[in-house]
């Protein structure tokens, strides 16, 4: 029977779903958290190990759903998608795998891609939490062999392996802004390694209790030969920096993406979105969009639909445009304030769940309770865009 039931890693699954593979992702989850987040592709047949099959599903409905293939069952945690597979295999299928920790470990699977700098020295790495649609970003001299890490997730093992497998270590550790959507790994990565923690300076007016270094509008970080200069671009939220490497790359934070812009009523609120809207116009039109059009934004997230799929690009392709590609091509950038202000405010998406407390964590006035409430406070996809 355990035969039957061998478990999958969430990279060998990922794997398979890229490689276009023909099989059924069986989701057990209930119906209300398979809406909001799964799998590109999968289907819900709600189980749960006790109950078993939940809402109108009897066994002969679930045969006739996967008797055409293989079977990868999976649920949140991989108990009850065990169980559900379990119930497939008495029942004489043969071809039936469970997802080993669930939605859980797959909201922690990352891929990395290495732009290509043209130049030999200067690295710089896409780091792509692949569920949450987060990119962190590690940035670094290879002749130096130091590196600085920007925007890291609390799975930041990710972020040091990157620097170490290009033979270089995190000489600091930099935030765009406190973040709303996810817990950062920011300060803990920086404590961990003893090096600095830096956000923009006017995170100072946001009750951050954590230690750091404020950044200056304009002020630059040295990484080996190369500068990292801080752009203060308020909008998405009042403390929002972004960075600018070496002249060329672009770490926009959720200012600015590939398919649209952040938010601005995360910390402004409904009532004062509008003056964040204001503010973010602003940042665009008189800061980011003076640079030159070669200029290779690189943003902070990428929409994931509930569904699982990517607004732009796949996992594992880098997520970026040339500036002068977004000035065309984003509808966004092309209207006045007003109607800008208007589309920012107007109809705006389902806030990230809890994103007050995740907001409290981040400015280090709470702490996470551990990884099991961590993980249920980040589950979902981000919702950071307009």
Known sequence: MSKLLHQLTVGELADRVDAGESFTVVDTRPPE????????????????????????????????????????????????????????????????????????????LYEVVELDTGDDDLFVAQVQRRAKGCLGYVVGSRSAREAVVVDATRQIHEFELVAADAGMTVAGVLDTHVHADHVSGGRALADRLDVPYYLGAEATD??????????????????????????HAPGHTSDMTNYLVDGRFLLTGDTL?????????????????????????????????????????????????????????????????????LREGLDLLSMDVSA???????????????????????????????????????????????
């Not at 990868?72 to 043969?94: H, N, P």
């Not at 665009?284 to 003076?290: F, G, M, Y």
């Open 257 to 325: 993406f590939v398919e649209s812009v952040g938010r601005t009523e995360l910390q402004f609120g409904d009532s004062d979105a509008a003056t964040g809207a204001e503010l973010l116009y602003e940042t665009l039109h008189d800061t980011l969009l003076s640079l030159p059009d070669e200029t290779r934004v690189l943003p902070g997230h990428v929409s994931v639909g509930a569904d699982g799929r990517y607004g732009v690009a796949a996992p594992g392709e880098l997520v970026s445009a040339p500036l002068g590609d």
């Open 206 to 231: 946001r009750d951050v209790a954590h230690e750091f270094t404020a950044l200056d509008d304009g002020e630059t970080l040295a990484v080996g030969d190369y500068d990292i200069e801080a752009m």
């Open 33 to 108: 958290s398979f809406e909001s987040w799964h799998i590109e592709g999968a289907v819900n047949v709600p189980f749960h190990p006790v109950d078993g099959l939940g809402g109108d599903w009897d066994w002969d409905r679930v045969g006739d759903l996967v008797r055409e293939g293989p079977v990868v069952a999976i649920c949140g945690k991989g108990l009850s998608s065990t169980s559900f597979g379990f119930g497939l295999a008495e029942r004489g299928y043969d071809d039936v795998e469970v997802v080993k920790g669930g939605m859980e470990d797959w909201s922690k």
């Open 340 to 386: 800008f202000v208007a589309r920012v405010t107007e109809d705006t998406p389902e806030k990230p769940a809890n994103y007050e407390r995740v907001i409290d964590i981040n400015t280090g006035r709470a702490s996470v309770g551990g990884e099991e409430e961590a993980t249920e406070l980040e589950l979902g996809p981000n919702n950071c865009a307009a």
